[in-house]
């Protein structure tokens, strides 16, 4: 356990005691790990932004229910998750722009030689590109779980679908940030589209 | 068991990935292609894992942004009981006028009735 995460989980007890000032200090400290969970789950800043303000509001309000047995900083990641759910079905239900699962992404790296990819920063940076190209659903999921270690029952819950839910959209998401980052092979699901 | 199978069976471990089927294991263990496509899905899950740490820089404008807002549900929160509170002061200041009023109309009526009458 790190001496920063003490610090956090310090801060939490003291904010959960009514401790304002703490909580203060709790947003200074983990606002850049919030916002970045955000913008990954919603794609865009301003969008980021509110999710973050309405993640911390609704922290204040419930930080008397923090019973502590987890890291404040997962609690911390349902509440944006949840948040960021919220935000994306009001986005969809205004601009109706959410793609379908099994939208297309677009292939950006079909022309590029293999062994220019090896390099591990531009893997991520590419991997970083992929899941902003994911409908967010599929993101959601993979975010939660693959990057933020969340729990596949406590991903459900935040995301308000079922646990086999998740696991397939888990799976879903999976196979297409695989296809899209190492296209010499195609996925399952091309093989099967193709043969249908 | 084919290979294109395996994508399904794949899960994830503490350790990376694994697959979670004997068939699917059987299988890998003497396919140099799903060998390979395991290999991928280690490189994507530990990619994934990296970008924990991979922090997006919001400004400093957030912490205000969001200390602000705090600070408004704070005081509306604050402005609320006190409303409720005045109420109740409101309320609590009608009792005791009329618990005085009552009070000294009593005290008025006994002395009154206890008035001495002059000599004379």
């Known amino acids: ?196 | 068991m084919r290979c294109e199978d395996l994508a399904g069976m794949v899960t994830t471990t503490a350790e990376g990935v694994a697959v979670d089927d004997w068939r699917g294991r059987r299988h890998v263990e003497s396919c140099l292609r799903c060998q390979a496509e395991l290999a991928r899905y280690r490189k994507l899950l530990r990619t994934l894992r990296t970008l924990r740490s991979d922090l997006f820089d919001p400004g400093p404008e957030l912490v205000a942004d969001v200390l602000a807002s705090l600070e408004e549900a704070g005081e509306r929160h604050l402005l609320r009981s006190l409303l409720s509170g005045h109420r109740v002061v409101y309320v609590g200041g009608l009792a005791v006028a009329t618990a005085g009023a009552a009070g000294a109309l009593v005290i008025a009526s006994r002395t009154r009735g206890r008035r001495v009458p002059l000599a004379g």
């Open chain 1, 1 to 196: 356990m790190s001496d920063a995460s003490d610090t956090v989980d310090a801060l939490a007890r003291a904010a959960r005691e009514g401790d304002r000032r703490a909580f203060e200090e709790l947003v200074r400290s983990t606002s850049t790990e919030t916002y970045t969970l955000a913008y990954r789950l919603v794609g865009d800043e301003d969008d980021a932004r509110d999710v973050v303000q309405e993640a911390y509001l609704r922290a204040y309000r419930g930080i008397s229910r923090f019973r502590g047995d987890a890291r404040f900083t997962t609690w911390m990641y349902r509440i944006t998750a949840n948040c960021a759910v919220t935000h994306l079905e009001r986005r969809r239900r205004h601009r109706h722009e959410e793609l379908a699962d099994d939208a297309p992404l677009a292939d950006h790296c079909a022309e590029r030689d293999p062994q220019a990819r090896a390099d591990v920063g531009a893997l991520r940076d590419e991997l970083t590109q992929a899941l902003q190209e994911l409908p967010p659903r599929l993101r959601a999921v993979v975010v939660l779980r693959d990057v933020y270690d969340l729990r596949h029952e406590d991903i459900a819950a935040e995301l308000g679908i079922t646990e086999t839910a998740a696991k397939v959209r888990l799976h879903r998401a999976r196979a297409r940030l695989r296809a899209r980052l190492f296209p010499e092979r195609e996925t399952r699901e091309e093989v099967t589209a193709r043969a249908v």
